[in-house]
């Protein structure tokens, strides 16, 4: 597998929008999907993380309940990039944000464990 690449984050007032970018180079070759999560800022991700989109080599996403209808996750195979794009953000949606290439499985992608990127910092304020 190969550690993706996190880029795009940045401090917005609610209701502001960013847009992720997560890149690495022939992810889909060993991977059957990118999840995105965050943790807060200085808390262990292993243990306070939020899976917050996947979305599979096939295109098939999932999103979490807090993020339905504002956040959308799209794959660019030419970039090999993988896109968050936030809008209506609010202050919870502050954090790290990571991404990680991972195993689709019932229709979640499952991180692979050392893999993930150094995350993107993302505050939002209000």
């Known amino acids: 597998r190969v550690q993706p690449v996190e880029s795009g984050g940045g401090s917005v007032q609610t209701g502001g929008s960013l847009i992720l970018a997560c890149t690495a180079s022939g992810w889909t070759a060993s991977s059957d999907c990118m999840t995105w999560f965050r943790h807060p800022p200085g808390k262990r991700p292993e243990l306070e993380s939020e899976d917050v989109a996947d979305i599979s080599t096939r295109g098939l996403t999932r999103y979490a309940d807090s993020v339905k209808g504002r956040f959308t996750i799209s794959h660019d195979a030419d970039r090999n990039t993988v896109y968050l794009q936030m809008i209506n953000l609010k202050p919870d949606d502050t954090g790290v944000y990571v991404c990680?290439?991972?195993?689709?499985?019932?229709?979640?992608?499952?991180?692979?464990?050392?893999?993930w990127g150094q995350g993107t910092h993302v505050t939002v304020s209000s």
């Open positions: 990680a290439p991972g195993d689709w499985e019932d229709g979640i992608c499952y991180a692979a464990a050392g893999y």
